[in-house]
């Protein structure tokens, strides 16, 4: 089934250019091209569906997510996984389409209905972080939606039903955080071995979460193996190979620390970490009556034990498959268990991720990809910014370089008489000859872009603000990687990182395999419709009608 609806994408990149170049002129045009094609749509369900909408939204994010893994492992799925691909809808072609692809960016974008450039969750390192809102109860850095900007799906269904709710669980913060906006929900996540929240949302934690944490299941992992939990038969990829894990401990079992204090550390990077995500997040369902109606309830569950494995592991490491089976395995538990809370007939699942991953530069080179290395540009840049010191004094002329994106105080350099564009120029030829540098790019060079041929530079016209500083943009070839750290990595406008799972399921939709090119922002407008509810601002996602029932 192929139904991309070519005009609606049309007018959500030209709405993406404009927004990210001309922000008057975007101002004036997004509203109509932008806000038509999901109104037209959502119109009709929102007078036909409430009767009938789901009363509970449960949006599933696994961190790190590749679209693959769902094709490579799914002949070993008898879980939750399975029964998501075998009556839900799976979208087998679906983007975060976007550069920068992290984890706080991906996450912003899930329910936003809108890109990076338009929320305004471009870096990781900001992502949710916030010194003024400390944790609750709990060591650790202070965490809100402060960045955040404009509203997202629960934002849209609070405005129809004030009564609504929203859950928010995950072991990351940003995690946590995103998916829900700036709306003042129960969001939790782990920190110092424990679920907690920040000031931003409450003063002190339920005494269901207390509960929770008394359990100390994180210290009685001490000493526990994990263990493959197919036989090594079931394992087409070897379990040694020389780059995981920076060449430590690379071979199943891996042992966990014998005292609890190392173990309540080392616990989040194993699968364990996502089932005892998903039973705090029932026990949350459970305790704070989420999704018992009559107003229609959002459950968002993060899971990223995917992330810690794959990024030590990597996509093709035996690992990996068991990370991915383990999943299946704890996702029909908590569907289970959910079904048995809540009537599943009015229960509607979204499962997704907030970015990829490139393999191994070491995996690359031996399969198809001979050249396939780590770069750094850190030394041109660093030069760069050190000629403007010597030149104009100390400042941050150069803002910051980050997963290729380049920003500057242009304001601050030219009231000092420098030629910025010819400072840039010379940037951007220093590093254009760098081997493995694919393309550097300029706003004026995006301007030019064809939006629906070029996905590299839609990626990043979707991802940068016009506010930040953007002065240049630059893509690596396909399994290079930035910087020297001994993992794999994600952060590129790349295939391997923006591909992402994406499976509907229950209430509304409609079952079968769509393999028409999709976008993650495409997920907010379609719960929407099936709430019957309308996005409250111009958004860049469109409704998934073919995979809704009518
Ligand atoms: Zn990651």
Do not use: C
Not at 122 to 147: H, K, T, V
Not at 231 to 245: G, L, V
Not at 387 to 401: A, D, E, K, M, S
């Amino acid at each position: 089934m192929r139904t991309r609806a070519v005009p609606a994408f049309l007018a959500a990149l030209t709405v993406t250019l404009a927004s990210a170049l001309a922000p008057s002129l975007a101002s004036a045009q997004a509203r109509p091209a932008a806000s038509a094609p999901a109104a037209r749509q959502a119109q009709p369900r929102a007078q036909r569906l409430p009767s009938s909408a789901p009363r509970l939204v449960v949006v599933i994010t696994v961190d790190q997510m590749r679209a693959d893994y769902l094709e490579r492992f799914k002949g070993q799925f008898t879980g939750g996984l399975a029964r998501l691909l075998r009556t839900g809808a799976w979208f087998t072609d679906a983007y975060q389409d976007h550069a920068m692809t992290e984890t706080a960016v991906g996450h912003a974008t899930i329910l936003a209905g809108r890109n990076p450039a338009s929320h305004g969750i471009i870096r990781n390192s900001e992502g949710a972080n916030d010194p003024g809102a400390p944790l609750i109860e709990a060591r650790g850095s202070g965490a809100s939606p402060l960045r955040f900007r404009g509203t997202t799906l629960f934002d849209w269904l609070q405005a129809r039903s004030p009564d609504s709710r929203m859950l928010s669980v995950s072991r990351k913060d940003r995690g946590a955080i995103l998916p829900v906006g700036r709306a003042m929900q129960m969001v939790f996540w782990f920190a110092d071995g424990q679920f907690t929240t920040s000031d931003y949302y409450a003063d002190s934690l339920p005494a269901w979460v207390h509960a929770f944490n008394a359990r100390g299941v994180p210290a009685h992992a001490a000493g526990r193996v994990w263990e493959p939990l197919l036989p090594a038969d079931s394992f087409p990829e070897p379990d040694i190979a020389p780059w995981e894990h920076g060449g430590t401990d690379i071979a199943f079992p891996h042992r966990m620390p014998v005292d609890s204090a190392s173990a309540r550390r080392a616990f989040i990077v194993t699968p364990w970490m996502d089932a005892l995500t998903l039973d705090f997040a029932l026990e949350g369902v459970r305790q704070a009556r989420i999704g018992r109606g009559p107003a229609p309830d959002v459950l968002a569950v993060s899971l990223s034990s995917t992330d810690a494995v794959g990024h030590t592991y990597g996509p093709y490491s035996r690992e990996i498959r068991d990370q991915i089976v383990r999943l299946d395995r704890s996702l029909g538990t908590f569907l289970d268990s959910l079904a048995k809370l809540r009537d599943p007939r009015r229960t509607v699942v979204v499962l997704t991720a907030d970015h990829g991953v490139t393999p191994f530069t070491g995996w690359s080179r031996r399969n198809g990809f001979p050249l396939a290395d780590v770069v750094s540009v850190d030394s041109i840049v660093q030069a760069a910014s050190n000629g403007l010191v010597l030149r104009l004094g100390p400042g941050q002329w150069i803002r910051y370089f980050d997963l290729g994106l380049l920003t500057m105080d242009r304001a601050g350099l030219v009231a000092r008489g420098v030629n910025v564009d010819s400072v840039v120029g010379a940037l951007a030829t220093s590093i254009r000859a760098v081997h493995g540098v694919l393309r550097v790019d300029t706003p004026r060079s995006l301007a030019a872009v064809d939006t629906a041929q070029d996905a590299v530079g839609r990626r990043w016209l979707n991802t940068v603000p016009p506010n930040v500083g953007a002065e240049l943009m630059v893509t690596l070839e396909p399994k290079f990687v930035f910087g020297g750290a001994n993992s794999a990595e994600h952060g590129l406008p790349s295939d391997d990182d923006t591909h992402v799972a994406l499976l509907f399921w229950g209430a509304g939709i409609k079952p079968g395999t769509y393999t028409g090119r999709v976008s993650v922002v495409d997920i907010a407008p379609t719960l929407a419709a099936l709430l019957g509810v309308q996005p409250t601002e111009p958004i860049q996602g469109r409704v998934l009608t073919e995979a809704v029932r009518r």
